[in-house]
């Protein structure tokens, strides 16, 4: 049974993985996002490896003793912050999504809210790809499944797009790692892409690409439409 957009919201919290001493859960939700702000800026520039929790501490303006009540260890503090681009990814997909009607503005929504999150979360985006390795294997998959499930956010789309004709038949799930890539390469390249372009035309201009190798000539008619409004609305 495929889940909804509320069900994967709901889903995978942090909590069930990274135990808090505090039962204030607006204090809790706080103070982990100022260790995780300081976390990805010290993992960016030293490496895991070579940041302590001592420093993260001192980073988040908080004393090294309070911290473990938020966070029992550094793996911990890892898995918060990937998990707060993930949890981004959840919060702003929907809302984008969601305020079209056809399948097509939907996907270009989805892709355009997962790049702006990107985009938010550039150190933490690269960090995922360089540390979720150093987590333990329960937290690993932890994250693997998260992302699979936010994943389904696209993958509705890229079905609904399919189903209406827009597209010709691909593998959905793989189709949506080309979209997922192509987002998280903003990030990963941007020391390069940020002196070619800037976000939004690289946005547009891979949105193109991509979909001048899906679509249908139903679903090219659909595309065309769409920039011309793009364009009157400018």
């Known amino acids: ?10 889903a995978n919290s942090p909590s069930d993985l990274v135990e808090s001493q505090t039962d204030d859960a607006g204090l809790v939700q706080r ?8 976390a990805v800026k010290l993992f960016s520039e030293q490496g895991f490896y070579k940041t302590t929790v001592q420093q993260i501490a001192a980073q988040a303006e908080i004393s090294h003793g309070l ?3 938020y966070a029992r260890t550094k793996e911990d503090i890892l898995l918060l912050a990937l998990v707060s681009v993930l949890e981004g990814y959840k919060r702003e997909l929907p809302l984008a999504i969601e305020q079209h009607q056809d399948p ?4 270009l929504a989805g892709v355009r809210a997962y790049c702006d999150v990107v985009d938010r979360s550039r150190e933490a ?13 329960r937290q690993r998959q932890h994250i693997k499944q998260l992302e699979i ?3 389904q956010l696209i993958e509705e789309c ?4 399919i189903d209406a004709g827009y597209f010709r038949q691909v593998d959905v ?15 990963l390249k941007h020391w390069r892409l940020a002196t070619l372009t800037d976000k939004e035309a690289y946005i547009r201009d891979g949105f193109d690409f991509f979909l001048r190798a899906l679509v249908t000539p139903k679903g090219w008619r659909r595309y065309q439409k769409l920039a011309e409004i793009s364009t009157t609305a400018k």
């Open 67 to 69: 911290i473990y009540h």
């Open 158 to 161: 890229v079905q609904a797009c």
């Open 1 to 10: 049974m495929r889940k909804s957009i509320q069900d994967v919201q709901a």
């Open 173 to 187: 799930a793989l189709t949506v790692y080309h979209f997922v890539n192509f987002a998280h390469a903003w990030a």
């Open 149 to 151: 499930e936010t994943n």
């Open 104 to 107: 097509l503005d939907r996907l």
């Open 31 to 38: 103070r982990r996002a100022q260790i995780v702000q300081a």
């Open 125 to 137: 985006t690269v960090l995922a790809y360089r540390s979720t390795k150093s987590l333990p294997e």
